[in-house]
């Protein structure tokens, strides 16, 4: 397959071009050669510069990544942000960045495929942000503890996880946003939701939350990023037929 082929068709598949103006991300190929030919893919969370050697290693032809290295401003190709780029360019390693795209797919994305885990039903979109709904929301089968919900969901638990409102509680209305969605806790009060999942803490929010009543869940950035990431990979596995890998550099945040 060549690259301009396997990016035309997860642009289509992600619906990338959605989320133009909506996203400060540069989504879509970032780095590569369109005329190359793709046999393997890896997969993972963040551009880092050892993400991008761990894909060489693994003789992949692209890195699919959640996080890429372009934000929507001119970067000097010095320092850090060289290394990384002429680390890809000098082993042909072509970069594919998917970012709100990923996070609010309605099936494969971060939110989506953590709303499946639970098993939660009557999903709606949730999280309105720049003319797009990027979250979902939903009710569990049967109210659950946060302990329960972490195990259904097979995070790794670390030190900077956070939790308001939580203890031995059982919830049954839940919002889902992940990565840095904790502002979305106001979204979730005023609809009535009894939790809200997400990655990071903001302690702005806390007071807020103690004083409402709402849980927050807060689970880590990476770890709740890792789900759609994985649901595109065996999408291209299967659908693609192109050998993958899952290249994971946790950064316990």
Not at 11 to 38: C, H, K, S, Y
Not at 41 to 60: G, H, M, N
Not at 225 to 233: H, L
Request: with cysteine; charged share 20%; aromatic share 8%.
């Amino acid at each position: 397959m060549l690259l301009k082929d396997f990016t035309t068709t997860l642009t289509d598949m992600l619906d990338i071009r959605r989320f133009d103006g909506a996203d400060i991300a540069l989504n879509g190929l970032q780095v590569g050669d369109p005329g190359a030919e793709v046999h393997k893919v890896a997969f993972a969370v963040d551009t880092s510069l050892a993400t991008i050697r761990k894909a060489v290693e693994q003789k992949a032809d692209v890195l699919f990544a959640h996080h890429g290295i372009f934000w929507g401003k001119p970067i000097a190709i010095t320092g850090h942000h060289f290394d990384r780029v002429s680390t890809m360019i000098r082993n042909n390693l072509a970069l594919f960045a998917c970012h709100l795209p990923l996070d609010a797919h309605p099936v494969l994305g971060n939110n989506a495929q953590m709303a499946a885990r639970l098993g939660l039903q009557d999903v709606e979109p949730f999280s309105f942000f720049r003319g797009v709904h990027v979250g979902v929301k939903g009710k569990l089968p049967e109210p659950l503890t946060a302990k329960e919900i972490i195990g259904l969901l097979g995070v790794r638990e670390n030190a900077t996880n956070f939790e308001v409102n939580c203890g031995n509680r059982k919830f049954h209305t839940v919002g889902i946003d992940s990565g840095d969605g904790a502002g979305d806790v106001y979204d979730a009060m005023s609809e009535g939701l009894d939790l809200l999942i997400t990655g990071e803490s903001r302690y702005t929010t806390v007071n807020d939350c103690l004083e409402d009543g709402i849980g927050m869940l807060c689970l880590g950035h990476y770890e709740t990023e890792t789900f759609g990431v994985k649901a595109v990979m065996e999408t291209v596995r299967r659908d693609m037929g192109l050998q993958v890998c899952f290249i994971d550099m946790p950064l316990g945040l």
